[in-house]
């Protein structure tokens, strides 16, 4: 099985603030990576998809970048409404999630 | 607008089976896999399986097999996942979710459609 390892766990920043996650496969994925947002009490949102690809209708303060084994999801000027915690996913071999990362009100 | 809907929460006894529903609307639900992630209380999301809504065709993950079972009627665009045997850890949220690709039953892709949930609670 293909791991994917999330850091920070927890990230801690201020409205206006440019926020970067980083992921991590334990073997290649290709391009096939997707990062989701997720709200408590809510279902994950996806955001990103193969890598770089902007999901419709979701911000363009959020992008994506990265293939084979390292990924990032920025988001260029963090909002309020983008407290939450964000997953990967790898789907290049069945379908895993990075464990998450928290992002914060500083 | 394009949605899933899922059945309410369940509570179950350990060894008992859960049925969980999931309802499409708004697309055509012979076109895409549906997928079933379960998520613990401050965990994190776990794959569990999809099934093919036009062919019945399923692939789970390793750790389900033999427990869950995958069904689906295409008359009312409605998908099922049954797990048995269950025990307190899997106590969950359990969603279903949608493949992005239509029609795309040789490849995988992400999921952009998700249920709202079904919290399943295992306790004696």
């Known amino acids: 099985d293909i791991q994917m390892t999330q850091s920070p766990s927890t990230l801690s920043a201020s409205v206006g603030d440019r926020v970067t996650i980083t992921c991590r496969a334990s073997?290649?994925?290709?391009?096939?990576l997707a990062w989701y947002q997720q709200k408590p009490g809510k279902a994950p949102k996806l955001l990103m998809y193969?890598?770089?690809s902007l999901e419709s209708g979701v911000p363009s303060r959020f992008s994506g970048s990265g293939s084979g084994t390292e990924f990032t999801l920025t988001i260029s000027s963090l909002q309020p409404d983008d407290f939450a915690t964000y997953y990967c996913?790898?789907?290049?071999?069945?379908?895993?999630f990075g464990q998450g990362t928290k992002v914060e009100i500083k | 607008q394009v949605q899933l809907v899922q059945s309410g929460a369940e509570v179950k006894k350990p060894g008992a089976s859960v049925k969980v529903s999931c309802k499409a609307s708004?697309?055509?639900?012979?076109?895409?896999?549906i997928h079933w992630v379960r998520q613990a209380p401050g965990q994190g999301l776990e794959w569990m399986g999809r099934i093919n809504p036009n062919s019945g065709g399923i692939n789970f993950a390793q750790r389900f097999q033999g427990r869950v079972t995958m069904t689906r009627d295409t008359s009312i665009s409605t998908a099922y996942m049954e797990l048995s045997g269950l025990r307190s850890d899997d106590t969950a949220v359990y969603y279903c979710?949608?493949?992005?690709?239509?029609?795309?039953?040789?490849?995988?892709?992400?999921?952009?459609?998700w249920g709202q949930g079904t919290m399943v609670t295992v306790s004696s």
């Open positions: 193969q890598a770089s």
């Open positions: 073997q290649s994925v290709s391009s096939w």
């Open positions: 979710a949608r493949d992005r690709g239509s029609y795309n039953w040789n490849y995988l892709d992400a999921f952009d459609i």
């Open positions: 996913q790898q789907y290049n071999s069945y379908w895993t």
């Open positions: 708004g697309y055509t639900f012979t076109g895409h896999y």
